[in-house]
């Protein structure tokens, strides 16, 4: 059997993650939870929750995630509230790409005190790498015990400031 895109990435820092997080990200499946989502007002933003596909706001949103895995990525599948959002995962280097609708991202994964972060380096659009001031950027932060992991997910822009926040309860099915 392959090794998970994020065990790939992360190695034996994976081992460092909190219980539930650690092993869902070794073998994801599918899990739930409920996240409450804050869209951030001005133009700017409802631009990239639109172009991004990013959920609607709303507090406590049930939330479903469902992860399929072949050797060369992961699909996953998410379910926020009435929002769906279709992304894909794979290792290149040393970096998680995320690929969702027209864009790309790359995002550096690494472990801090027991916590898995994301941190996005790169995005692309169409394949054309997007200057940083006017790029998305996704920062996100799992943290959890046995039972599961708490998400909390930004999506930003240099240019215009806050989009989107996550942030909620998952466990995993």
């Not at 060369?72 to 794979?90: K, N, P």
């Not at 692309?124 to 959890?144: C, E, M, R, W, Y």
Request: with cysteine; proline share 8%.
């Amino acid at each position: 059997m392959e090794p998970s895109v994020f065990r790939s990435l992360l190695g034996p820092q994976l081992d460092e993650v909190g219980g539930a997080l650690r092993r869902f990200s070794d073998v994801p499946q599918s899990a739930e939870g409920s996240l409450t989502v804050t869209h951030h007002p001005g133009r700017m933003a409802r631009f990239f929750i639109k172009i991004l596909k990013l959920p609607a706001a709303g507090t406590l949103l049930p939330t479903r995630i469902a992860v399929q895995s072949n050797p060369q990525r992961e699909i996953w599948q998410r379910s926020i509230g009435r929002s769906r959002l279709r992304t894909q995962h794979r290792a290149v280097g040393t970096y998680l790409e995320e690929r969702v609708g027209l864009f790309r991202f790359l995002h550096q994964i690494y472990v801090e005190n027991g916590a898995m972060k994301y941190h996005q380096e790169k995005v692309f659009l169409l394949g054309i790498p997007l200057p940083h001031t006017f790029s998305p950027i996704i920062d996100a932060t799992a943290s959890g015990d046995e039972k599961g992991w708490e998400l909390d997910l930004t999506v930003s822009c240099p240019r215009c400031g806050p989009i989107c926040q996550y942030k909620g309860w998952i466990e995993p099915k």
